[in-house]
């Protein structure tokens, strides 16, 4: 019997001590210009961080920034992070999508300031785009592969929420904003059928611009130019290769051979400035050919 009162005392004990602490108001713990470290989530932890450094006690840097002030600083995070998924360094990846991250909770908090949208406005609207532009798969309207869920999806932006095509991103790298435009226009079906019309457009295209650089139309040649780069631009495309990748590949080989050339010429006492066009072109050679032995060594 003792034994038995001493548990109901017990569990009685347990019972009280329950409803005590739930009728306690719970605060999250905070110090005054310190985060929220009883936030949920790590993302509510982020964006109660921005607020106080955004705040009367919080960071003179950050409390003076605008929307116009941190354009710079989205470009670089963007770029920052396509070097990291180039190096395939998940550890850098996973520190320039932070970065990044910290970019749009900075300028959903000043929005918030001014009343405007908040970081939960922006989650929202993105979901109910994606939601709205994937009938094919949670409309009931099943695509037949992606090209025709890319066509869904420009269809969609284009006539029920009214998107203007002509506009202009002019943050936008200038080979992606040729390509945008032209993955646009296949998502109306406006495409090529073969690469091969591409190679005979890009011969056309040369044709003009010889024609305009015997007429000595310096703005003609400057038109054809462009049109010859956004037809390059067009042909990497239709084979699924991004221009701009392509275009960072061959950077990165000229870069090397040049170097490869500085330092031929250093071996040979001599700088390349002082050299004419022919032995230049003898150490390109030299410097393509030790690229084709490295290969051949590999392999």
Same mark, same amino acid.
């Given at each position: 019997?003792?034994k038995?009162r001493?548990?109901r005392?017990?569990?009685?004990?347990l019972?009280?001590?329950?409803?005590?602490?739930?009728?306690? @108001?719970?605060?999250p713990?905070r110090?005054?210009?310190?985060p929220n470290?009883?936030?949920?989530?790590?993302i509510?932890?982020l964006i109660d961080?921005? $607020?106080?450094? &955004?705040g009367?006690?919080?960071?003179?840097?950050?409390?003076?920034?605008?929307?116009?002030?941190?354009?710079?600083?989205? *470009?670089e995070?963007?770029?920052?992070?396509?070097?990291?998924?180039?190096?395939?360094? $998940?550890?850098?990846?996973k520190e320039e999508?932070?970065?990044?991250?910290?970019?749009?909770v900075?300028?959903?908090?000043i929005?918030?300031?001014?009343?405007?949208?908040?970081?939960?406005?922006?989650?929202?609207?993105?979901s109910?785009?994606?939601?709205r532009?994937? @009938?094919?798969?949670f409309?009931?309207? @099943?695509?037949?592969?992606?090209?025709?869920?890319?066509?869904n999806?420009e269809?969609?932006?284009?006539?029920?929420e009214?998107?203007?095509?002509?506009?202009?991103?002019?943050?936008? @790298?200038?080979?992606?904003r040729?390509?945008r435009?032209?993955?646009k226009?296949?998502?109306?079906?406006?495409?090529?059928e073969?690469s091969?019309?591409l190679?005979?457009?890009?011969?056309?295209?040369?044709?003009? *611009?010889?024609?305009?650089?015997?007429?000595?139309? &310096?703005?003609?040649?400057?038109?054809?130019?462009?049109?010859l780069?956004?037809? $390059?631009?067009?042909?990497?495309?239709?084979?699924? *290769?991004?221009?701009?990748?392509?275009?960072?590949?061959?950077?990165g080989?000229?870069?090397? &051979?040049?170097?490869?050339?500085?330092? &031929?010429?250093?071996?040979?006492?001599r700088?390349l400035g002082e050299?004419?066009?022919?032995?230049?072109?003898e150490?390109?050679?030299?410097?393509?050919?030790?690229?084709?032995?490295k290969?051949?060594?590999?392999e």
């Open positions: 019997m003792e038995g001493g548990y005392l017990l569990f009685s004990i019972v009280i001590g329950i409803l005590f602490l739930s009728w306690m @108001p719970v605060h713990i110090t005054e210009g310190y470290i009883m936030a949920e989530k790590p509510d932890r961080l921005m $607020a106080q450094l &955004r009367p006690a919080g960071c003179p840097w950050d409390r003076k920034q605008t929307h116009g002030s941190l354009k710079p600083y989205v *470009i995070e963007a770029f920052e992070l396509v070097d990291a998924i180039d190096g395939e360094d $998940a550890g850098e990846v999508l932070g970065d990044l991250l910290l970019q749009i900075f300028h959903c908090q929005a918030r300031e001014e009343e405007r949208f908040d970081f939960d406005g922006v989650v929202q609207a993105i109910e785009k994606l939601l532009r994937h @009938p094919h798969v409309g009931g309207k @099943p695509a037949a592969d992606e090209e025709d869920a890319l066509q999806w269809r969609i932006k284009a006539e029920k009214g998107k203007r095509r002509s506009k202009r991103h002019s943050g936008t @790298p200038i080979l992606h040729a390509l435009l032209q993955e226009a296949v998502g109306f079906g406006f495409d090529w073969e091969g019309q190679l005979d457009k890009l011969e056309e295209e040369m044709g003009e *611009i010889r024609a305009a650089l015997e007429a000595e139309d &310096r703005e003609a040649v400057a038109e054809e130019i462009g049109d780069l956004f037809m $390059a631009v067009n042909l990497a495309r239709f084979l699924e *290769i991004h221009p701009e990748e392509a275009l960072e590949l061959s950077i080989k000229f870069r090397k &051979r040049f170097r490869a050339m500085e330092e &031929r010429a250093h071996q040979l006492n700088s050299m004419d066009i022919d032995e230049m072109e150490l390109w050679q030299q410097a393509k050919e030790g690229e084709r032995r290969d051949r060594t590999k």
